[in-house]
Nanobody
Framework: QVQLVESGGGLVQPGGSLRLSCAASVSISSIYTMGWYRQEPGKQRELVATIIRGGSTNYADSVKGRFTISRDDADNTASLQMNSLKFEDTAVYYC???????????WGQGTQVTVSS
């Protein structure tokens, strides 16, 4: 079992920045993929960014150049630095982990990000 706890969400103005963090209950060096997803009310959960063991990253086109995902195996955390935030980035953001490729998904409880003026 992997428990994930997100933090760092909140209210920010357009153009602002937020940093989300995800703390894992196990050593994330044992986790193959760490990722961030988001979900707006009435919509499907969508990929924001992933990072695999070794550091390769993948981003949704809508956040490329603005968001940066990272993982710290020493602290058992994964982070999402979000810059130049837009209204359309408003959503609940979920941390995700998979211990092996295609394996079971583990999810955090989600953290709300609201971009509003």
């Amino acid at each position: 079992q992997v428990q994930l706890v997100e933090s760092g969400g909140g209210l920010v103005q357009p153009g602002g920045s937020l940093r989300l963090s995800c703390a894992a209950s196990v050593s994330i060096s044992s986790i193959y993929t760490m990722g961030w997803y988001r979900q707006e009310p009435g919509k499907q959960r969508e990929l924001v960014a992933t990072i695999i063991r070794g550091g390769s990253t993948n981003y949704a086109d809508s956040v490329k150049g603005r968001f940066t995902i990272s993982r710290d195996d020493a602290d058992n955390t994964a982070s999402l630095q979000m810059n130049s935030l837009k209204f359309e980035d408003t959503a609940v953001y979920y941390c995700n982990a998979r211990k092996i490729p295609g394996g079971k998904n583990y999810w955090g409880q989600g953290t709300q990000v609201t971009v509003s003026s």
